[in-house]
């Protein structure tokens, strides 16, 4: 159906940058909307941004001003750029997709640390 592979995690210092890479395949055209999320330990997953097919994006008020989503069409992949990177943003981030039937897919998570 649809496969997500995430990608561009890694070990950054405070106030450093990353751009997550979300890459799709299968039925990728059933797709109505890709998200973000996060999980921290300890934590429940929470909602970072979300981008529709029509182009519309909304960011989580924790993240707003320092992370865009995005997309390349032509890759069909879809990005995270974070910026001005916190300690409290350790996560693994997660691609979600959800199709025009409903159906939601998930990525395997990419691991983000901010540590000096």
């Known amino acids: 159906q649809v496969q997500l592979v995430e990608s561009g995690g890694g070990l950054v210092q405070p106030g450093g940058s990353l751009r997550l890479s979300c890459a799709a395949s299968?039925?990728?055209?059933?797709?109505?909307?890709m998200r973000w999320y996060r999980q921290a330990p300890g934590k429940q997953r929470e909602w970072i941004a979300t981008?529709?097919?029509?182009?519309?994006?909304n960011t989580a008020d924790s993240v707003k001003g320092r992370f865009t989503i995005s997309r390349d069409n032509a890759k069909n992949t879809v990005y995270l750029q974070m910026n001005s990177l916190k300690p409290e943003d350790t996560a693994v981030y997660y691609c979600?997709?959800?199709?025009?039937?409903?159906?939601?897919?998930w990525g395997q998570g990419t691991q983000v640390t901010v540590s000096s």
């Open positions: 981008i529709i097919n029509a182009g519309t994006t």
């Open positions: 979600n997709a959800i199709l025009t039937s409903t159906y939601e897919y």
């Open positions: 299968g039925k990728i055209f059933s797709i109505y909307a």
